[in-house]
């Protein structure tokens, strides 16, 4: 599953276009980000969440939509019948509601699961936490890799035990926060599911021996014009 990280809907129109990409991941500060805010209140952030919901209802290409709960649980219920009311009964959609890795957020899985909705548990760093995360009956765990990377010496180690984990449970690691193309090659040596900002995703068929051979294939065809 590949996914871009933004919540600017010009963006995401864009990244559609790009072959593979099956849908966004949002959080509040990408929302933010998106409609010019330092910061939204709680009906600002559900309603640019809403009209991304509607975005998707009419784009048949975008089958995956990971929005983050916020507030607490019942807010996190709230918002996902809102969501869903937006999504206008396109059944073709996966509405992920988007969980922190607290003891209040994960008390949703239940409720959000009984709605049809998919919950992924976000900022999860710790073998610990994914651990929790399946047993709560989440369908999946994000991790910030590239904050990983950069935190942690033995973020390797931590990685591969969330992924064994995650992978026992029959569940989804998607793999997050990729500064640059090099850490999304090094995310795909533990999932197939990852998310990335535009940019990085422009880049992933990016290679200069691609190139070379790509210039080697048209010169030979332009030799027998």
């Known amino acids: 599953m590949l996914l871009v990280d933004t919540a600017d809907q010009g963006a995401i129109l864009k990244a559609m276009q790009f072959p593979g990409v099956q849908g966004f991941t949002t959080n509040p500060a990408l929302m933010a980000r998106a409609t010019g805010a330092d910061?939204?209140?709680?009906?600002?952030?559900?309603?640019?969440?809403?009209?991304?919901?509607?975005?998707?209802?009419?784009?048949?290409?975008?089958?995956?939509?990971?929005?983050?709960?916020?507030g607490d649980a019942d807010d996190a219920v709230r918002q996902a019948t809102l969501y869903r009311d937006a999504l206008n009964a396109a059944h073709d959609k996966k509405l992920w509601m988007k969980l922190t890795p607290t003891p209040?957020?994960?008390?949703?899985?239940?409720?959000?699961?009984?709605?049809?909705?998919?919950?992924?548990?976000?900022?999860?760093?710790?073998?610990?936490?994914?651990?929790?995360?399946?047993?709560?009956?989440?369908?999946?765990?994000?991790?910030?890799?590239?904050?990983?990377?950069?935190?942690?010496t033995d973020w390797e180690l931590q990685l591969e035990t969330i992924a064994a984990i995650?992978?026992?449970?029959?569940?989804?690691?998607?793999?997050?926060?990729?500064?640059?193309?090099?850490?999304?090659?090094?995310?795909?040596?533990?999932?197939?599911?990852?998310?990335?900002?535009?940019?990085?995703l422009a880049e992933l068929l990016a290679s200069p021996l691609s190139l070379e051979a790509i210039k080697g294939f048209d010169e030979k065809v332009a030799s027998k014009r």
């Open 104 to 152: 209040a957020s994960l008390s949703c899985c239940p409720a959000l699961k009984d709605m049809g909705c998919a919950t992924l548990v976000t900022a999860v760093f710790t073998a610990a936490q994914a651990y929790v995360a399946m047993e709560a009956g989440a369908d999946g765990v994000a991790v910030y890799l590239g904050r990983l990377m950069r935190l942690e």
């Open 39 to 70: 910061v939204l209140t709680l009906e600002e952030y559900i309603g640019a969440a809403r009209k991304l919901c509607t975005l998707s209802h009419d784009i048949g290409a975008i089958r995956h939509l990971m929005i983050q709960a916020v």
């Open 166 to 200: 995650v992978e026992s449970a029959g569940r989804t690691l998607l793999l997050a926060s990729f500064p640059d193309r090099q850490t999304v090659e090094i995310g795909l040596r533990h999932s197939r599911d990852i998310t990335a900002p535009p940019a990085v």
